[in-house]
Nanobody
């Protein structure tokens, strides 16, 4: 069983930065694809970014150039660095992991999920 935990959310002004962390117990994240998704109340869960164990990374168009997903395999962590934040980035951010999803873009492809961390960007 893999337990995924996110941290690092908070309140930030527009234009600011936050770094989210994703930790996992029970497995080595370096062998997993890790994705970040976000969800506003009443909306579908939205893909943000993903990192395959091969090192390939993927980003939603809405965050490309502002967000960066990275890994620290020594610490068994995956980060989401979020810069130039906008009010529309406000959401609960979820980390998800899967050994080998067919597609990184869809939440249904990931078996393991964290509880989420709130990110609020004020204008």
């Amino acid at each position: 069983q893999v337990r995924v935990v996110e941290s690092g959310g908070g309140l930030v002004q527009a234009g600011g930065s936050l770094r989210l962390s994703c930790a996992a117990s029970g497995r080595t994240l370096s062998t997993y694809t890790v994705g970040w998704f976000r969800q506003d109340p009443g909306k579908n869960r939205e893909f943000v970014a993903a990192s395959r164990s091969s090192g390939n990374t993927y980003y939603a168009d809405s965050v490309k150039g502002r967000f960066t997903i990275s890994r620290d395999n020594a610490k068994n962590l995956v980060y989401l660095q979020m810069n130039s934040l906008k009010p529309e980035d406000t959401a609960v951010y979820y980390c998800a992991a899967d050994p080998k999803p067919t597609s990184v873009w869809y939440s249904s492809e990931y078996h393991y999920w964290g509880q989420g961390t709130q990110v609020t960007v004020s204008s």
